[in-house]
């Protein structure tokens, strides 16, 4: 289901209004300035997550860590 | 002119001038800003632990913050605790209500939280001889879809009345409402710094809300179908979606726009759950086909799937 105007009460529809006109002031970055600097961040991220690391993953408290102990 | 009509055409021409704004924001897209980036290797997940335990299905599950502990809830009347490293169930919680749709781990770990079908969200205490009910948060006059706590004061609810709510523990009320969907809402995410949060629903609109002051400060739209998974990046500056449309989306929050869609014409499912990877390099999305595919999110190319025999993925989480 897609929005519909149709659907609001004269309340609401005012409610929409002023929420538009407060997120119509938004100040928008440029995406050549948001995008370089996400990517940035994720690719600086990526040495410390264990599924693009494979040294990260050494420390996998999933994996047993031996199958036999010595008594 | 009625007074309707022409709050209608207010409306119309705001639209567009947010539109417009966002079109002159548009100075370049992932495609481009990406195309220097090194494609993600293909991933391959081995799967370390089954947690049997549940009789009926599983709606949902959540970490807590320890990594190591998680709650899961099913339609067989239970919250389940487990202890993920050893596989071992360590509390088991009984539902008065088994329509169970969501749950929640407190950062603290003293406290989770459910919900469903009975409209409310109830708070249980982990940590006392017994586990205790501690709170019924009864208002919402839809179904709970989804909740999160922010502490062990204070808990974010969604629910199919269309409303978000921000409660207050001590008292049991609603502290704030955040009134702006026209749809049932249907997940929600909490902002790193817990000063925001996301919210995905049945208008197809993803909204951001400053938690404080109760507004709805960003409406992000191109899906053409209900949302019924989101996320917030751990760098808090996008937010990925999942809908019934079969697609995911990136929504860049500065840029106030979509910059990045994940699909495929082969895949013809709904997206029922999603997650993120430490560093948010890859989406691991949950579809109706039964069937979880990894994406690159900068490349927008899928790299990895997990193909589950059974049934349709309700959750999956890093």
């Known amino acids: 289901m897609v929005f519909q105007m149709d659907e609001l009460d004269e309340t609401q529809l005012k409610n929409h209004v002023d929420s538009l006109k407060q997120q119509l002031q938004f100040n928008r ?8 600097e996400l990517a940035k961040w994720i690719e600086e991220k990526m040495n410390e997550d264990p599924f693009l690391n494979p040294d990260v993953l050494k420390d996998n408290p999933w994996v047993e860590s031996s199958k036999c102990v010595i008594i | 002119m009625g007074e309707m009509e022409q709050m209608k055409k207010e409306a119309e021409a705001l639209k567009t001038q947010i539109e417009a704004a966002r079109k002159a924001a548009h100075d370049t897209d992932m495609a481009s800003a990406a195309s220097g980036v090194a494609p993600a290797p293909r991933v391959q997940l081995k799967t370390r632990r089954t947690l049997k335990g549940h009789l009926a299905k599983i709606y949902a599950m959540h970490w807590c913050t320890d990594n190591r502990l998680m709650v899961s809830a099913s339609q067989d009347g239970k919250l389940l605790i487990w202890d993920s490293h050893t596989g071992n169930k360590v509390n ?4 008065k209500s088994s329509w169970v749709m969501t749950c929640a781990y407190a950062p603290s770990g003293n406290l989770v939280a459910s919900g469903g079908l009975d409209n409310m969200c109830t708070v249980y205490n982990l940590k006392t001889p017994v586990i205790k009910t501690v709170k019924e948060l009864d208002a919402h006059t839809g179904y709970l879809s989804c909740a999160r706590f922010l502490s062990d004061t204070e808990i974010l609810t969604s629910s199919g009345d269309t409303t978000c709510a921000l409660w207050d523990l001590e008292t049991g009320k609603q502290k704030t409402v955040f009134l702006n969907h026209v749809g049932d809402c249907m997940c929600l995410s909490l ?6 949060f996301v919210s995905g629903a049945c208008d197809s609109l993803a909204k951001l809300w400053d938690i404080r002051d109760g507004q709805c400060k960003q409406t992000f739209q191109g899906h ?8 917030f990046y751990p760098s808090a500056n996008a937010i990925i979606t999942g809908s019934d449309d079969c697609t995911c989306k990136m929504y860049d929050i500065r840029a106030d726009q979509e910059v990045i869609c ?50 349709s993925l309700s959750w999956r989480e890093c």
């Open chain 1, 29 to 36: 970055e440029k995406t050549s300035v948001a995008i370089p």
């Open chain 2, 92 to 95: 088991a919680v009984p539902l």
């Open chain 2, 191 to 196: 902002s790193p710094d817990m000063n925001s």
């Open chain 2, 224 to 231: 053409t179908s209900d949302i019924n998974a989101i996320s």
């Open chain 2, 262 to 311: 994940y699909q495929d014409a082969a895949l013809n499912s709904g997206v029922t759950s999603l997650d993120l990877s430490a560093s948010g390099r890859l989406i691991f999305a949950g579809y109706d086909d039964f069937n979880c595919n990894i994406w690159d999110s900068l490349k927008g190319e899928k790299v990895g799937e997990l193909k589950e025999k059974k049934k």
